[in-house]
T-cell receptor, first 116, second 107 residues
Framework: NAGVTQTPKFRVLKTGQSMTLLCAQD?????MYWYRQDPGMGLRLIHY???????AKGEVPDGYNVSRLKKQNFLLGLESAAPSQTSVYFC???????????????FGPGTRLTVL | RKEVEQDPGPFNVPEGATVAFNCTYS??????FFWYRQDCRKEPKLLMS???SGNEDGRFTAQLNRASQYISLLIRDSKLSDSATYLC????????FGQGTELSVKP
């Protein structure tokens, strides 16, 4: 049981390049989330998914796209990377909708992205 | 005003000390509350949920004050291994993370 995994762990991009971050979970969770973490800002929600085939915008969705083609995977895409997207990206998953006793979010180890 | 505010610290305390963190939130309709722990350059992990009546887990005690809209975390008998950043998390329909309070426990 690996929990939540993310690939890659590190990446350096040039401005304008594109890339996809992969998140996978083996806990059969319905809900998956992408966050970014910047110094002094806390974790901010980019996009989330409440089930296979669904996605929704979070707090800071601009410049990112997501897809949830399979229940266990949640992809985060950057179409044209900008220096402002330099950050640490965390994926998380949870069994149920937030607010219930089973709503603990389990986080992946993070992807450290630098855009030059 | 930020939706969730924490004192960023750092809190530098000796081993064995008692330390308390506070967190305030702005949404009075918030439904559930959590403390997460994040070690340096690692992912956040749930430390404990915070219940209305307050709850304890070993050396850790969490309290909720809905009237004043704050939650607290008390750590007794601090250990070196408690050194980390503690994130206050509030659910008001979506999870809002505080920026975290850094704790450093020294020998």
């Amino acid at each position: 049981n690996a929990g939540v995994t993310q690939t890659p762990k590190f990446r350096v991009l040039k401005t304008g390049q594109s890339m996809t971050l992969l998140c996978a979970q083996d806990m059969n969770h319905e809900y998956m989330y992408w966050y970014r973490q910047d110094p002094g800002m806390g974790l901010r929600l980019i996009h989330y998914s409440v089930g296979e085939g669904t996605t929704a915008k979070g707090e800071v969705p601009d410049g990112y796209n997501v897809s949830r083609l399979k229940k266990q995977n949640f992809l985060l895409g950057l179409e044209s990377a900008a220096p402002s997207q330099t950050s640490v990206y965390f994926c998380a998953s949870s069994y149920s909708k937030l607010g219930g006793p089973a709503d603990t979010q389990y986080f992946g180890p993070g992807t450290r992205l630098t855009v030059l | 005003r930020k939706e969730v505010e924490q004192d960023p610290g750092p809190f530098n305390v000796p081993e064995g000390a008692t330390v308390a963190f506070n967190c305030t939130y702005s949404n009075s309709a918030s439904q559930s509350f959590f403390w997460y722990r994040q070690d340096c350059r690692k992912e956040p992990k749930l430390l404990m949920s915070v219940y209305s009546s307050g709850n304890e887990d070993g050396r850790f005690t969490a309290q909720l004050n809905r009237a004043s809209q704050y939650i607290s975390l008390l750590i007794r008998d601090s250990k070196l291994s408690d050194s980390a950043t503690y994130l206050c998390v509030v659910n008001g329909g979506k999870l809002i993370f505080g920026q975290g309070t850094e704790l450093s426990v020294k020998p």
